[in-house]
């Protein structure tokens, strides 16, 4: 089990400990990137997003809120079968900390389940809400704003333009802490062993992403 979704000792889930290690999981870019909370260095949107959404879902079956399951699906029309990845949910439930992306997800994966359409690309894009221009930049606003709740990142709320309202993030002393405590081995491991002794299920998760973005 990936004691860190659980264990009050240990308050940063999986996403959590990506987000805020972004340099140890996402390339330096010049364009497509995004600036860390914890430093000036810039990394690629796009990696630092799939990073989190694959150690969000992979973090959720090892703490057993679900598991990943490939079967056959309808596609055209149901003319033809397609394999995809479907979060199949645990009974009974297991609790996750409240508003993180990880419990998000298990609270989809429950409904989801219910009308057959529980895999991973259903799930990602129902979770994203609406159509953006830079879909990556809304995945990690959606991130940020689950962990504000949670208590990890401060948010203000800034005019721009004097029309629109764009809310500001940062980094809090006590979570910066927390970060400094916590290694990020076991996130890497998390990662790493679904990539090298499951390729296929690394794969369809790849693309379920990569479609609903």
């Known amino acids: 089990m990936f004691t860190n979704i659980i264990d009050p000792n240990n308050p940063l889930t999986p996403s959590e400990v990506v987000f805020l290690n972004g340099e140890l999981f996402a390339k330096k ?11 000036a260095e810039k990394v690629s949107v796009a990696e630092l997003g799939k990073a989190i959404l694959m150690s ?5 079956e090892q703490a057993g809120a679900f598991r990943l399951e490939l079967r056959e699906r309808k596609a055209m029309l149901g003319l033809r079968k397609v394999q995809g990845l479907f979060a199949v949910p645990a009974t009974p439930r297991v609790n996750l900390p409240e508003h993180s992306l990880e419990a998000t997800f298990s609270e989809l994966a429950t409904h989801l389940a219910l009308k057959d359409k ?4 259903t799930m990602i894009y129902t979770w994203l809400r609406q159509d953006a221009v830079s879909p990556w930049n809304t995945a990690l606003e959606l991130v940020q704003a689950g962990m504000a ?8 709320q800034e005019k721009k333009l004097k029309v629109f309202t764009v809310t500001r993030y940062s980094l809090p002393e006590r979570t910066l802490r927390l970060t400094k405590g916590q290694s990020v081995g076991a996130v890497k491991a998390l990662l790493d062993d679904c990539e090298r002794t499951r390729p296929e299920v690394w794969k369809e998760l790849e693309a379920g992403i990569k479609k609903a973005i």
């Open 56 to 60: 969000a879902i992979l973090g959720c």
């Open 149 to 156: 709740r949670r208590g990890l990142l401060e948010a203000v």
């Open 29 to 39: 870019v010049v364009l497509g990137n995004v600036e860390l909370l914890h430093s």
């Open 118 to 121: 529980n895999d991973i690309y």
